[in-house]
């Protein structure tokens, strides 16, 4: 069932779960845009096809925040704010216990890597390299790892992922990326948990939270 998180005649913003992807691929899985579009079809009794275009994207194993726009115009303006940075977003990612200091830039160079699907991080720029920038501050101990907050800069092909796991720190659960144990669900424990908009006709600043997902681990969120 999808959780919608904000919805009007022009945006619809969907709390992804893990597991979920934004888009088809060649596994041939029903993309979370497939079901939105079935969503707004039945809701709205609408005839004919539904449009609705992909606005950014979150990894599949990932959860959070993610937007669709519901009008071409919409997919425009959307679309350049993205492209021009004038958003802001927030992500919760729980690591080991030990990374220090308590807030923290991180700055490398990524190169992606297609054939595998991965980017892997650089202190220095190399041949193909892409500049990425982070920032984080730890937000709560648990007991065996740390949440931390990030926002980004840049938004580069496994970013975060890529980055944390350069300084020691991968993401809990995110074998890809160097953790030592999976999550049952083959998720991560990465959440895309704000983001901030300017809506694309009325210009006015919207803010979207994504609660975290239902698990044992993200239990600190739970009084929000």
Known sequence: MLKILYEDNHLIAIN????????????????LVDKVKSYI????????????????RLD????????FARTSKALSRMNHQFKERKTNKVYWAIVGPDIAPQTATLNHWLKRNTK??????HEHEINNSKKAVLHYKKLIDLDRYVVLEITLETGRHHQIRSQLTQIGFPIKGDLKYGAKKSN???SIDLHARWLR?????????IEIV?????????NFALSD
């Open 16 to 31: 992804k779960v893990a597991g979920d992807l934004v888009q088809g691929d060649k596994t041939g899985d029903k993309p």
């Open 41 to 56: 079809k039945k809701k709205y009794n609408k005839p004919g096809a539904v449009f609705l275009g992909v606005i950014h």
């Open 60 to 67: 599949r194993p990932t959860s959070g925040v993610v937007l």
């Open 116 to 121: 595998i699907n991965k980017s892997f991080a």
């Open 184 to 186: 049952p669900d083959g």
């Open 197 to 205: 908009i300017d809506h694309p006709t009325t210009k006015e600043s």
């Open 210 to 218: 994504a609660p975290p997902p239902l698990k044992p681990q993200w």
